[in-house]
């Protein structure tokens, strides 16, 4: 059973620090990993889509890394800015007998201070 | 905007009682998933639709059901609701079973049952 986990569950940062949100998960057999952003009350927004084939990928300030072999994954957040405040989940999937199934992490919350 | 809407955003329910979500997936997306969200967590998938038809399915009983439309619409229903029922559920559409592709998801409707 693929078990995500997520450390740390929180953090607080000051504006403009870099900072390293960690994923790991236990079945390495993954098909990719996505990465999204929850804030409070409302529903997920993709960030960034890794394949198992890729190392990483980048958007703006952000860069998701993936190392299948090792079962982890990070989320690097360059001069992060109060809009970053938000819970950031990761989220795996496998090929489980004709579909793709998605396990989610339990997320990690950040707070950006200003 | 992701282009994924979901109809209550909230609701209310008695215990024993049955309800009834909607979704509507983004245009040309034939695939339709559902999760649990309860609070602090992440999210839990309780099954996918492709095509019409249930091809996968989460930890979750037979009371909870689906229907996937023509359109690629699709509903979420749950029979005999428990307390433990009341979360958030969301709604995520993808393109050939998410086979690679982004999982784009609506905001939610907030289930709670007393």
């Known amino acids: 059973k693929q078990e995500v986990t997520q450390i740390p569950a929180a953090l607080s940062v000051p504006e403009g620090e870099n900072l390293v949100l960690n994923c790991s998960f236990t079945d390495s057999a993954i098909y990719n990993l996505q990465w999204f952003r929850q804030d409070p009350g409302k529903g997920l927004t993709s960030l960034l889509l890794?394949?198992?084939?890729?190392r990483e990928q980048t958007s703006g300030r952000l860069n998701a890394s993936l190392d299948k072999s090792s079962g982890r994954s990070t989320l690097y957040i360059a001069a992060s800015q109060p809009g970053d405040s938000a819970t950031y989940l990761c989220a795996v999937r496998l090929n489980s007998g004709g579909y793709q199934k998605v396990t989610f992490g339990t997320g990690t919350k950040l707070q950006v201070i200003p | 905007e992701t282009g994924v809407t979901q109809s209550p955003t909230h609701l209310i329910k008695t215990r024993g009682q049955q309800v009834t979500l909607r979704c509507s997936s983004q245009?040309?997306?034939?695939?339709v998933s559902w999760y649990q969200q309860a609070l602090g967590q992440g999210p839990q998938f309780i099954f996918q639709?492709?095509?019409?038809?249930?091809?996968g399915r989460g930890n979750f009983p037979p009371r909870f059901s689906g229907l996937q439309f023509p359109n690629y619409s699709s509903e979420l229903n749950v029979n005999a609701l428990e307390l433990d029922d009341s979360a958030l559920y969301l709604c995520?559409?993808?393109?050939?079973?998410?086979?690679?592709?982004?999982?784009?998801f609506g905001e939610g409707s907030w289930l709670t049952v007393v």
């Open positions: 639709y492709y095509r019409e038809e249930e091809n």
């Open positions: 995520a559409s993808s393109w050939d079973r998410g086979t690679g592709n982004t999982i784009y």
């Open positions: 245009s040309g997306h034939n695939t």
């Open positions: 890794i394949q198992s084939s890729q």
